[in-house]
């Protein structure tokens, strides 16, 4: 085939660059992309090369920036997608699907899919070193994909995460710095140290190539839906981009002739404590105004998020919409999904449970229609945001007499 990726594209003039650890355009200060020969793929791919691929994302390689084989990330994605019969009947809707990101991936998150893009393209770069500005889950991905791919690792975090993913940092032995701050305020320190050490940092000068990782969320869910695209697909969004990238696949499968052309209304789900996105949709405006973030959902707290812009594009053009959602909505979220569907989520997924809730209720999402949920993260690394708010175990003596007694007050 020929080459597949013809370099960097700026997204806003379109000015083409060389295949670099680039992100910023130099004359408008756009955001870069990658720039496909779509022509020469569409040759070679078909539903039957993706389907004899293995079972992660790499099946989707061909559409994915790297040149030689993948370097990381071989046991990542090829998550399930679950249909979700009791959820659908407490939501009362007719065929809802999870697709669940907090399983099978090494560390639990969504985030396994752009870290193996990212560190198998900086591989093939050549850096020595990677690093990350993260909330949580990718500076997880980052850390225990350095150890398999044998980089050094730097990991910057808000000093106040949650210690479930702290922990799930430093078992993997990278540094790790705790900024006393937000995440806002890691990221731009991160800019700056990006520019005056030769690190590969996943989500800033390899963002291009980081950001076409969570496409295969989204390809995922069409290849297991049986080559169809379903009518609405929510997501949370923290930066944007994997709400810019689920519009971005459908699209590309459509393209690629895999599919027919797609309806897809894409939703975007925030925290009601940290939704620049969402406000953005609500208040019908072009700009995304920071916001300084207060929720429990610490994994989507952005403020100024760096995809923001096209995430609002990508909802506005697909028909969809964006709803907020409370600390204690969010709570609630996380309760029903375990309680219906057995899955365990973290913050994340309750904000985009809640939100689909909200949607459904407000007749922005047909109860007859297919809907897929996205649940990008695991539970057991947000344990303190249910403290005190499931009931304590009943605590006994090791005797039936004890258990008996307890019985009679249940
Ligand atoms: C990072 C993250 C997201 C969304 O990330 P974007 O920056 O919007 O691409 C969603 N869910 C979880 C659990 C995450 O960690």
Known sequence: MEDKVLGLKCRECERKYPKEPLHVCEFCFGPLEVDYNYEAIRKSISRESIERGPASLWRYVDLLPIDGEPADGLH??????????????????QELYIKDDSV???????KDRVVSVALSKAKEFGFDTVSCASTGNLANSV??????????????????????????????????????????DVNRLCSEIAGLYPWAFANINLRPFYAEGSKTFCYEIIEQLGWEAPDHIIVPAAGGSLVTKVGKALKEFHLMGLIDAPAT??????AEGCGPIVNTLKENSDFVKPVRPNTIAKSLAIGNPADGIYAVATVRDSG??????????????????ASTEGIFTETAGGVTLAVTKKLIERGRIDRADRIVVGITGNGLK????????????????????????????L
């Open 382 to 409: 947000t344990v303190e945001a249910l403290t005190e708010r499931v009931p304590e175990p009943h605590i006994i003596q090791p005797q039936l007499n004890a258990f008996r007694k307890l019985m009679t007050t």
């Open 265 to 270: 209304k894409i939703h975007v789900a925030q």
């Open 76 to 93: 990542s994605g090829f998550t399930p997608l679950i249909r979700a019969k009791n959820l659908e009947a407490a939501l009362g809707v």
């Open 143 to 184: 850390a225990a994909n350095a150890a398999i791919a044998n980089l050094n690792c730097f990991i910057f975090i808000p000093a106040d995460l949650e210690i479930g993913k702290v922990i799930a940092s430093l078992v993997y032995n990278p540094t790790v710095i705790g900024i006393t701050g937000t995440y806002d």
């Open 320 to 337: 969809g919409d964006g709803e907020h959602a409370t600390d204690a909505e969010i709570v609630e979220a996380m309760k029903l999904l």
């Open 104 to 110: 099978c991936h090494p560390t639990l998150s969504f």
